[in-house]
């Protein structure tokens, strides 16, 4: 089994930084790519970062130019650095990882327990 922990959430003020982490353990024989959601009250689930195991990056429009990942593959780890944070990026942000557990294993997709982002004054 795969598990997802993530960590980093927290309260910030407005224009303040949080980094965030994700680390992948258990049955994994490669990771095709792994992504940050958020989710706000009243609000559909979005996918705000990604990055694959070749080491391309996207962005949710929203939070280009404020938002980087980054990833130490050896730890099967992203880490979402989120600068300039507005009160509208408070959420809970999720993990989301699609992973091969074994050589001969289908493809799976694993998703985090959740962190809390607030931002606010």
């Known amino acids: 089994q795969v598990q997802l922990v993530e960590s980093g959430g927290g309260l910030v003020q407005p224009g303040g930084s949080l980094r965030l982490s994700c680390a992948a353990s258990g049955s994994i024989f490669s990771i095709n790519a792994m992504g940050w959601y958020r989710q706000a009250p009243g609000k559909e689930r979005e996918r705000v970062a990604r990055?694959?195991?070749?080491?391309?990056?996207s962005y949710a429009d929203s939070v280009k130019g404020r938002f980087t990942v980054s990833r130490d593959s050896a730890k099967n780890t992203v880490y979402p650095q989120m600068n300039s944070l507005k009160p509208e990026d408070t959420a809970v942000y999720y993990c989301?990882?699609?992973?091969?557990?074994?050589?001969?294993?289908?493809?799976?997709?694993?998703w985090g327990q959740g962190t809390q982002v607030t931002v606010s004054s």
């Open positions: 990055v694959t195991s070749g080491g391309s990056t």
């Open positions: 989301n990882a699609h992973v091969i557990p074994t050589a001969w294993g289908p493809l799976r997709q694993y």
